[in-house]
């Protein structure tokens, strides 16, 4: 029997998809030289793509943890907290592209629309994790 799109849950890899799926999008918005000028690539896009990669790393690195001892679970939350706190960087550094490159306002909710939702759901992995793993903290 099939399930309904909007009642279906998601697996345990969709925030890794949804953060190699956003690496990906940054990638491609920022090649374009309309959207993001070639000049600024060391100042600003560049940091753009590193931080976006870097999410999707620290979120890779901490979901391939297998939890097993103290130092485990420390390790895999240390790479969640990076990840959500690279998530607050990203969103500080689209405000500022968004106002140096006056990007449109649907592309630049779209994008911190994304950012704010791994941001969330990294946030409720480690709440996960917390009630998980209790004997480990």
């Known amino acids: 029997m099939s399930v309904q799109k ?6 345990r890899l969709a925030l890794p998809v949804q953060a190699r799926n ?3 999008y940054v990638i491609q918005i920022t ?3 309309r959207w993001f000028p070639p000049e600024y690539n060391r100042e600003v896009t560049d940091d753009l793509v590193r931080q976006a990669k ?3 790393r620290y979120i890779w ?3 391939n943890i297998l939890v097993k001892s103290n130092e485990d679970y420390a390790e895999r939350r240390r790479y969640q907290e990076k990840a959500a706190l690279t998530c607050n960087t990203l969103l500080a550094d689209i405000e500022i592209a968004a106002s140096l490159f006056h990007l449109r306002g649907k592309r630049v909710k779209f994008w911190t629309g994304q950012v704010v939702e791994i941001r969330n759901r990294t946030r409720a992995w480690i709440k996960y994790d917390a009630d998980r793993y209790k004997q480990y903290r």
């Open 22 to 24: 956003h690496a990906k």
């Open 6 to 11: 909007d009642e279906r849950r998601e697996g």
């Open 31 to 33: 090649k374009n030289p």
């Open 61 to 63: 690195a901490g979901n």
């Open 54 to 56: 870097d999410i999707n």
